[in-house]
């Protein structure tokens, strides 16, 4: 993405603030959660505030990032240096000409002590909870967002293929992790979306298991979730394996799961409730018997952070919208013998979808 | 540490909680933040929440856990895995004969957000704001958690004296960061603390600069900024190096943020308030003419997680205790030219303390 695109789309993004707060009738946003501050102002660092006004826009950040700061926003946003807090820098914003009175916050971004802390800075504003303004118009990504996350799966998928390389008999999940963190950071991955899962035997039944010191053995199952960040933007992808042949239940099991990712892949178009993907891949794998053993959704949006709106889940009320960029990722886990996850990152289009991802699904034998 | 002596301190530390509870008059407290989590209860998942009530304990996770609480909390902690979301799973721990109807919450724990879907969900109870109790009994630490962070600062610099014998004239800093995170994975680090800041020349001056595609040259300081983690415990160690022979402005900047680490070193101790500990090395550096260089705090409390209570800086109005771990971190940066930051990581003892990390302060020419 050239920088004159990112300009655009940043222009373009606060625009689209701009018109939520008209429609909300608020007089600013405060922007607190710092993926929603670097999307819409393209700052990157670890402490910020973004109040986007109707006609202006300030982020508010910290001694360390005022170089950082200037050169990542450009002029159309301003940029304050708090000398103590964020809040007491976001105060003199307000006191020197600040919007009218409501002000709106995302309130799942603002704990209930620096609710509190905002208040007692910036006592003559109505501070008004707006809802999640900002994620709901991430979900939707634009050509140089999904570029970006295309190159995250790109980095991810050419990781594991050389990672491949060195697996067998022996190797501990830690290694396993420690080589394929370093293939990432190789590869061009800026830092890791989340610790990568490693997890082989029994302990692949562990959705969420850390990579700990067991040594891999022969047959056994070698669940690996990763992902790779490019440009801000996140990839996720699991595959599961075996060392050496199969057994026919882990055939079974792996075959339930592909086919449980091709029919919500199928099920993926715009306009669809969410939770008929959440369905399709369900009924799959209830079909075959294991139904008590997927105890997840079955994917989740993907930007700028790993886990963001849309959710593809039973309890999900959510409707897909052409470019969601989601994940689809069901599983089966059976206690003390292994568990099996496969995930695709699919592009939501009108009329269908497009698998950004291009790692075989199909059960390979290490 | 023997799992017996794990045993042990999670009694420990929640009779402890227990007598705090007693204190403060209350009925129960909803523990959220997941290092308060794990210290308690030695639960390592990404989400859960803790149910401290004067004679029981409830962890409340959810399907991915199941196997890994049960096998992380040991008898004295009840676990609850919910259906369909934490709060949900809380309310029915309440309903099957819960505490009293006080129970405290740590309000920078929770999202305003997260705080009414509480109230929704366990309508029943007085949710009362109780302050950071357990951050402010994880600060001090025990003989097994200093040694756990004796072992992460060992990670930690085994793996820089590695990396140094790779790094030259024309590596980026992206790549470096990609080979110090490989040794300190393949060391034994279980993740990372936070991403490691490497950054030379010119970038050096940028206090929390991301590792970039610059590479390094002649003459460059280079400063990296990292940790490790091990059993859970966090180190954080800084060094500034130069590619070749130092110029002498590198010398004298260099000069004067070591004796400022110096000073901080000889100020720390029980009973001291944390400011004057920030005083000590601020001073130095004032003296020096780099008063205006040096825009953070000296140091933080370190744990579980790596910034913690204390905070070592100008505003902080804490005093130290026997058991806190902190580091001492200074720093002078020079807009357009490059900075100098060294981190120690130190045990603050009655009467004095103990520096637990051992690799060189003084400049190397690499």
Chains 1, 2 share one sequence.
Not at 42 to 60: D, H, K, N, R
Not at 100 to 108: A, S, V
Not at 174 to 184: G, K, P
Request: glycine share 12%; proline share 5%; with cysteine.
């Amino acid at each position: 993405m050239t920088s004159a695109s990112v300009w655009n789309s940043r222009g373009l993004r606060l625009r689209r603030v701009r018109d939520r707060l008209h429609e909300e009738r608020l007089d600013g946003l405060l922007v607190s959660h710092l993926p929603d501050v670097r999307w819409l102002s393209c700052f990157s660092g670890s402490a910020g505030l973004l109040l986007v006004e109707p006609g202006s826009a300030t982020l508010i950040t910290d001694f360390r990032y005022r170089s950082q700061a200037a050169e990542e926003t450009g002029e159309e946003i301003a940029v304050v240096i708090a000398e103590s807090n964020l809040f007491e820098g976001l105060s003199r914003c307000l006191e020197e000409g600040g919007p009218g009175p409501r002000i709106g916050f995302d309130e799942q971004a603002l704990s209930v002590g620096d609710r509190r802390a905002l208040g007692e800075a910036c006592g003559g504003v109505m501070w008004e909870p707006a809802g999640a303004i900002v994620p709901s118009l991430r979900s939707v990504k634009d050509p140089g967002e999904i570029e970006s996350i295309e190159r995250a799966v790109g980095v991810a998928e050419a990781a594991l293929a050389s990672v491949l390389d060195i697996v067998s008999e022996g190797i501990t999940e830690a290694d396993v992790a420690a080589e394929l963190v370093y293939r990432l950071r190789k590869g061009g991955s800026e830092s890791l979306p989340f610790e990568p899962i490693v997890a082989s035997g029994e302990r692949s039944a562990l959705p969420h298991a850390s990579p700990g010191q067991r040594r891999l053995g022969e047959r056994d199952l070698l669940l690996l979730d990763f992902g790779a960040i490019v440009d801000g933007y996140c990839s996720d992808m699991t595959r599961t394996f075996v060392l050496g042949a199969a057994a026919p239940w882990q055939r079974e099991v792996h075959a339930t799961v592909h086919e449980a990712v091709d029919r919500a892949v199928e099920a993926l178009e715009a306009s669809v409730p969410t939770r008929d993907v959440d369905r399709a891949s369900r009924d799959v794998i209830e079909a075959a018997g294991f139904g008590e053993r997927f105890g997840h959704g079955t994917g989740h949006g993907l930007g700028l952070e790993v886990h963001e709106i849309p959710r593809l889940n039973a309890r999900s009320r959510e409707t897909l919208e052409a470019g969601n960029v989601v994940t689809i990722e069901p599983g089966v886990y059976l206690p003390g013998r292994g568990g099996v996850r496969l995930e695709e990152v699919v592009l939501v289009e009108e009329g269908g979808c497009r698998v950004l991802s291009a790692f075989p699904l199909s059960l390979q034998e290490l």
